[in-house]
C-alpha cells in the first residue's frame, strides 16, 4: 500500500493524462503518415519508408519536449518498464502510465479510422512481420531496435552527465527514426507495445501481436540494465547496495551500514518512509526522470 501512496495528488494525475495525451497525438500523426492515399490507383506507389521514418521520430521529438517535464514523456510501455527496473518508478505509478499509454494509443487510432476514407484506410498501420522471416526473428529485431532506443534515452537523459549539449528530445527523436528507417521492412518497426496495440485494437488485427510486447519490454530491460548497472552505475546507489535494512521494535525500518568509512560500523539510521515517498520523480527534470517514446 505504501506504493499507491502517491497516487492520490493533483501533479500524479496531470502526469499520467500528459501520458495519455503525448501518446494519443504520437499514434494519430504516426499512424497517419502510414496511410497511402494513392492505395485507389491502378498501381499504387510503395509506402515511403522515409516519410514514415521521419514522422514517427520527429513525432516523438516533439511530444517528448512538450510533456518531458509533466510526465517524463515516457510515451512507450517499454520505456516505463525499464524506469522500473532501474527503480526510477514505482511499479504502482508504472501501472497507471501503461494503461493511459494504451488508451491513449487507441483513441489516437480511433480518431484516425474515424477521419480516413475506408477507401485509403488499408491496415491502419497494423505493425506485422514480415512473411519471409520467422517470428523468432521478428522478435529478436523489435527486441534490438528497441534496446537502441532505450539506450538513447538513458545516456542523452543522464543526470552524471557533463558533457551533454543539444535537445534530448531531438536525439530520441533520431532514434526512432533510425529504427524505422531499418526495421520498417522486417516487422514494421514498433519499439513502442502501445503504438502496435492501438492500431491492431482498433481494426481487431492481433496477428503475432505478442512479438510486439515482449521485444521491446525485453530490449528496453536489457538496456537500462547494462546502462544504468554496468555502463554508468551511479555511485550513490553502488554505496546504497551496500546497506542492510532491518525492522526494530517500534516496526520502523532502519539502516544498518557497515562499510561506510564515514560512519562508525554497525551504526544505525533511521529511514523516514513519509520522507522516502515524498520525493515524486514527477517533480525532477526531465533529465532525472528521463524521458523517452
Known amino acids: 500500500m505504501v506504493a499507491f501512496k502517491g497516487i492520490w495528488t493533483k501533479d500524479f494525475w496531470r502526469a499520467v493524462s500528459g501520458e495519455y495525451l503525448a501518446t494519443l497525438i504520437f499514434v494519430l500523426l504516426g ?14 506507389p510503395p509506402a515511403d519508408l522515409v516519410l514514415i521514418s521521419l514522422c514517427f521520430g520527429l513525432s516523438i521529438a516533439t511530444m517528448v519536449q512538450c510533456f518531458g517535464h509533466i510526465s517524463g514523456g515516457h510515451i512507450n510501455p517499454a520505456v516505463t518498464a525499464a524506469m522500473v527496473v532501474t527503480r526510477k518508478l514505482s511499479l504502482a505509478k508504472a501501472v497507471f502510465y501503461v494503461v493511459a499509454q494504451c488508451l491513449g494509443a487507441i483513441t489516437g487510432a480511433g480518431i484516425l479510422y474515424i477521419v480516413t476514407p475506408a477507401a485509403v484506410r488499408g491496415s491502419l498501420g497494423v505493425t506485422t512481420v514480415n512473411s519471409d522471416i520467422s517470428l523468432g526473428h521478428g522478435l529478436l529485431v523489435e527486441l534490438l531496435i528497441t534496446f537502441e532506443l532505450v539506450f538513447t534515452v538513458f545516456a542523452t537523459c543522464d543526470p552524471k552527465r557533463t558533457d551533454l549539449g543539444g535537445s534530448a528530445g531531438l536525439a530520441i527523436g533520431f532514434a526512432v527514426a533510425i529504427g524505422h528507417l531499418f526495421a520498417i521492412p522486417y516487422t514494421g518497426a514498433s519499439m513502442n507495445p502501445a503504438r502496435s496495440f492501438g492500431p491492431a485494437m482498433v481494426t481487431l488485427n492481433f496477428e503475432s501481436h505478442w512479438v510486439y510486447w515482449v521485444g521491446p519490454i525485453l530490449g528496453g530491460i536489457l538496456a537500462a540494465g547494462l546502462y544504468e548497472y554496468l555502463y554508468c552505475p551511479d555511485p550513490e546507489v553502488k554505496e546504497r547496495l551496500k546497506h542492510v535494512f532491518k525492522k526494530d521494535t517500534s516496526g520502523k525500518y532502519r539502516e544498518v551500514e557497515s562499510d561506510d568509512v564515514a560512519v562508525k560500523p554497525g551504526s544505525i539510521h533511521t529511514i523516514d518512509l513519509e520522507k522516502q515517498e515524498k520525493k515524486d520523480p514527477f517533480h525532477d527534470s526531465m533529465g532525472e526522470v528521463l524521458s523517452s517514446v
Open 31 to 44: 499512424l497517419g503518415s502510414t496511410i497511402n492515399w494513392a492505395a485507389g490507383q491502378e498501381k499504387p
